[in-house]
């Protein structure tokens, strides 16, 4: 009897000391999550180097935002279970090439903001990659990608990659839903590089204004125009979004877009385009972003076939003329901004199919005079803001 009582003791002496074992390491913070609240998450703070005690069952892994600066080769082994792991805003600047290795859970990495240089493996797992504002190469783009096929994000927007991309960095990535490459230094985009991505609904290829080389000056010129016309060749035509804001883009080939008959957002604000290109195709599109341009020339946003959108943004470009029958024939719901152009003066019923336009901005042009007529037909019209030889004919307009 006394011996099995000190049995009895013993074993639960035994649970008290594992449980302790799996308790939360110092300067962490682990809560219990999921249906049935059978995951852990840890979150830690105040620590240069990931904890060795972490327990093993945990399903996601914080260590954001604070003074983490090294991690080692094994830092994460006995953490199999691991779906997420967030080291972002960190100090780390090498990751040991096999630290996420055996990972073989891992869903989602989020490394964004570190100094991280050189490549590494991932599991093939990974869905998610979130590797912003870092030093990564190509090369180093390379390692950490191959043979990864069920990649759904990747996000490396702000890291040298340029100046090449070629097409063999994403060539088995049939699932990839949303990538993004702003500010990664490239020029040249070799044909086909997106020819996998059938399922691409957000592609993201804005490069920086301010910080662009001169080389810049070819990159989305050619990778749309005539030469590079296979550039955009993959994305399936259930694109809704493609922003290529901010380039040094001056020509699009003809027919770049007709694929893209799901567009609603076309974006090519911050260009040197000296008229609106080809739109046909686009069919369903909402937004045409081709404010601070050189466009000179309208005539195209009706010849495209393209006969509703919901804001059409034109300011700051070099229009002087205002062909009648673009929006006598296409019409705008939301607000048109022809603001910092070139227009001396505006036809008579030049809006005849924008009788539901809200808003409407000419200011700065060169407009002397406005018949009584002008504006005939826009019934909607809430805000009228415009510019006549000095004198300011502001804020109108319910009739
Ligand atoms: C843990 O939670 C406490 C209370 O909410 C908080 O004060 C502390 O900063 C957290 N620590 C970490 C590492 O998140
Ligand atoms: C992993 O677990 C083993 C045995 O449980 C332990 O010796 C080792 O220190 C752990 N490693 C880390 C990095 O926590
Ligand atoms: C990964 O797993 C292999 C085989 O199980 C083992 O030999 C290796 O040490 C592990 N690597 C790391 C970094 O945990
Ligand atoms: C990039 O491509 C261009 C033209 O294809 C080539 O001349 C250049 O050497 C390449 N640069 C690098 C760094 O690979
Ligand atoms: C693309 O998306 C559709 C619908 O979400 C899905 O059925 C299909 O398997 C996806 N194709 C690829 C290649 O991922
Ligand atoms: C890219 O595609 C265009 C148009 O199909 C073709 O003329 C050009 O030679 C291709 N460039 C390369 C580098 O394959
Ligand atoms: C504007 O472009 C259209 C279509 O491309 C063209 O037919 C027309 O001549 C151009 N107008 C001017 C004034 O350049
Ligand atoms: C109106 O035009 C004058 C002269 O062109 C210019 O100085 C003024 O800033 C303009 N004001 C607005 C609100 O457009």
Not at 1 to 21: P, R
Not at 248 to 253: F, G, K, Q
Not at 305 to 328: E, R
Request: charged letters at 20%; a positive charge; proline letters at 3%.
């Amino acid at each position: 009897m006394y011996a099995s009582l000190k049995h009895v003791f013993l074993i639960l002496w035994l649970v008290v000391a594992c449980d302790g074992a799996s308790a939360c390491p110092n300067k962490c913070n682990c809560t219990w999550f999921g249906s049935s609240s059978s995951w852990l998450k840890v979150k830690c703070s105040g620590v240069k180097q990931v904890p060795r005690d972490i327990p093993s069952n945990t399903k996601r892994l914080d260590i954001s935002g604070t003074v983490l600066s090294s991690i080692q080769e094994d830092s994460f082994r006995n953490l199999t279970s691991l779906g997420l792991i967030d080291l972002s805003m960190n100090l780390l600047k090498l990751i040991p090439m096999n630290a996420f290795r055996n990972l073989t859970s891992l869903k989602s990495i989020n490394l964004n903001g570190n100094r991280i240089q050189g490549g590494f493996f991932l599991p093939q797992s990974i869905v998610n990659i979130e590797m912003q504002d870092n030093l990564l190469s190509f090369g180093d783009l390379k390692i950490i990608l191959k043979g990864l096929k069920r990649i759904r994000m990747l996000d490396i927007k702000n890291n040298k990659i340029g100046p090449n991309l070629t097409k063999d960095v994403f060539a088995g990535f049939d699932n990839m839903e949303h990538i993004d490459l702003r500010r990664c230094h490239l020029e040249n985009i070799e044909n086909g590089t997106f020819h996998a991505m059938k399922n691409l609904s957000k592609l993201v290829r804005e490069v920086c204004q301010e910080a662009m080389p001169e080389t810049f000056l070819s990159f989305l010129e050619y990778a749309i125009s005539h030469k590079h016309q296979k550039t955009l060749e993959g994305p399936s035509d259930q694109l809704s979004f493609l922003i290529l804001k901010g380039n040094y883009i001056r020509t699009v080939a003809d027919g770049t877009f007709s694929r893209f008959t799901y567009l609603r957002r076309l974006d090519i604000q911050f260009n040197l385009l000296t008229s609106v290109p080809d739109l046909s195709g686009l069919s369903f599109v909402q937004l045409l972003r081709f404010e601070h341009n050189h466009i000179k020339n309208i005539t195209r946003l009706v010849t495209s076939g393209t006969k509703l959108l919901w804001s059409l943004p034109l300011a700051d470009n070099q229009i002087d003329y205002l062909p009648a029958s673009v929006f006598q024939y296409l019409s705008v719901i939301n607000y048109i901004d022809l603001s910092y152009n070139k227009l001396q003066s505006i036809p008579d019923k030049a809006f005849s199919a924008c009788g539901k336009l809200t808003e409407l901005y000419l200011e700065y042009n060169e407009i002397t005079q406005i018949s009584r007529h002008t504006f005939t037909g826009l019934v909607n019209l809430k805000i009228l803001f415009t510019n006549i030889s000095g004198g300011i004919v502001a804020s109108c307009c319910r009739r």
